[in-house]
């Protein structure tokens, strides 16, 4: 059988290129079917590949891209005017079928402006939707939009629903999977306008369609794909990092100033292994860009090695279950 | 100095009315100048202040109601029809000048739909908001609005930071109050239409304002008053809300059914305790419903009496610099 390759840009990411070559790496080793393509800027990339065993180095290849689109430039702008710079050029390589997929830690809104501009957007879907699996207490919830648009349409949030549906159903392997709005009530007449007339439209539906859930039933995991429009779940997504950081951060400087809490937290060790390990999303790191003609996947901007690794995972797994031809499908 | 008195919905909330009567027995043992008045069902009330002692009791009275609104029932139709309610009960005493506030930890709908209805709308606030005060690393954020409406105009928008500046200030006592806009990036590029032109009228006032932040800016307390519209400030508190019990049902679990954790936390008690002080929000407990004509408080549904004591403490605080009168100055 023929290798399936992935183009990953190189040179997006805080980390970028080091981490992202170190997780190019790892990827390889991990999977023997996996060929990788680095794009970016060869002088730079060449040395973060020293590591790499003579097996790995022959499915790594680089294909020099000059620029660059940095964190902070206008989208679309970005892709359009940067033909050279290594995010488009891994998106020219899936649209060129040269790729079954491409990967990037770069620039959000250019990877959805890319997506569209380069890869290209599903007939049938409206807008493409940035989807993000999040650990919670009972399952992993797939939320989408988190962040490929910024308000929605009913007919978009219908569209996500749908996306959203195939995505835990074939990639997840989720076997009937709850679907549900986020609203500011579970009653029927909660929800503005957007997504009241969203809910009418999935109430007739085929899909395993849940109703509205509310904030506090997300870290629950009340549901398997949860739908909201893009500037919530771009909010939400931040605000649970945030969180978890903070947590980690206070819980550090507490533990800085006394003796006691460092005894007890050698007992805690396996706990807090087990804990970690539960929740854990670079295992399922990697937010795919649903309802373009290609796979593209988007790592977080903070990503080191084994969130590439988890992302470039996430991609074969993508590609090898055919998820592009999936929502086509479905979608049709 | 003649004591003020506030009316207390007895027969909101979960633990109605036994914890809210206990909060009123604790508020009045706090607050030698606190006079209240309990609204609901005589035949129940009366038993749960069968703790008081005599002082107490000589400052609590009790107003019979024979009605009840319910948690589930449509707010305004609630409101409107069930004149005889524990909750418009006790709103019609601030309306008639025979209580300085109220306090209700009912169907937080009823409670906004009141506060219009019954004690009034400042003629200058389009829409009133509720404001919670969120504990994060840095300071007590105050966010608004959390769930007086759905969505905003910008106009709303800019009034509720108004209104959380004078909260910021005169009630919880910070200086020169930064005030922020919740938004899917910092950038000036992001936001919706109406986050947008919010964020211009905002520049333009004498609010020291400091443009967008994002979800991951909260739990760090990157700003004293958080600006966004309803249906988001709803959803931000109740993922907060949900994530603190979920860790700490998770970790209940996972110490269940491990011995060495059970030794380990009694070293930690004294830190779990400090965080516990620290990021308490009942000792802040209570969300103010900024731009009526009176002070009204909602309490949280799941309230029990340490809650509705911190909640009487913020009203009576609120009434004492006199919340209403600045915010009416202020928008003047």
């Known amino acids: 059988m023929k290798n399936l390759t992935i183009a990953l840009d190189a040179m997006g990411g805080d980390h970028a290129p080091q981490e ?11 999977h023997a079917d996996l ?31 000059t620029e660059v689109v940095a964190m902070s430039e206008q989208p679309t702008m970005a892709i359009r005017r940067k033909r050279d710079s290594s995010m488009r050029v891994a998106m020219e390589m899936v649209r060129a079928g040269e790729a079954q997929g491409c990967l990037s830690a770069g620039n959000t809104g250019a990877i959805v402006a890319g997506g569209v501009l380069v890869v290209g957007r599903l007939p049938t879907i ?39 549906n195939v995505y835990s159903k074939k ?9 549900a709005l986020l609203s500011n009530g579970t009653e029927e007449i909660k929800g503005d306008e957007v997504v009241a007339e969203a809910r009418e439209m999935l ?12 904030g506090d039933d997300l870290p629950w995991g ?14 939400i997504l931040k605000f649970g990092e945030g ?11 507490e533990m800085g100033h006394r003796f006691l809490p460092k005894i007890g937290i050698l007992f805690m060790i396996p706990m807090v292994r087990a804990l970690w390990s539960r ?30 690794l988890g992302a470039l995972s996430a991609a074969r797994n993508f590609i090898i279950r055919d998820g592009v031809g999936q929502i086509r499908e479905e979608l049709e």
């Not at 992202?20 to 991990?30: H, K, L, S, V």
């Not at 009340?222 to 909010?235: E, I, K, L, P, T």
């Open 203 to 214: 109430m007739k539906s085929s899909l395993n369609f849940k109703g509205y859930i509310e």
């Open 279 to 308: 929740f854990n999303y670079e295992k399922y790191g990697g937010t795919p860009l649903l309802g373009v003609k290609g796979t593209v996947i988007k790592a977080h901007g903070r990503s080191k090695a084994p969130a590439i």
């Open 126 to 164: 409206d807008r493409p939707a940035l989807g993000a699996p999040m650990p919670t207490i009972n399952r992993w919830t797939f939320l989408l939009d988190v962040g490929a648009s910024v308000r929605s349409k009913p007919v978009n949030l219908y569209q996500y629903a749908q996306m959203g």
């Open 35 to 65: 060929d990788i393509i680095l794009t970016g800027d060869g002088e730079k990339i060449k040395p973060c590949l020293s590591d790499a065993s003579s097996e790995v180095l022959k499915r790594i290849r680089i294909v020099h891209a």
């Open 20 to 30: 992202i070559c170190r997780g190019a790496i790892m990827a390889c080793r991990d």
């Open 222 to 235: 009340r549901a398997d794909v949860v739908v909201c429009d893009g500037f919530m779940g771009n909010v």
């Open 171 to 179: 990639i997840l392997g989720v076997a009937e999977p709850e679907i």
């Open 243 to 253: 969180l978890m950081q903070g947590a980690r951060s206070i819980i550090d400087e």
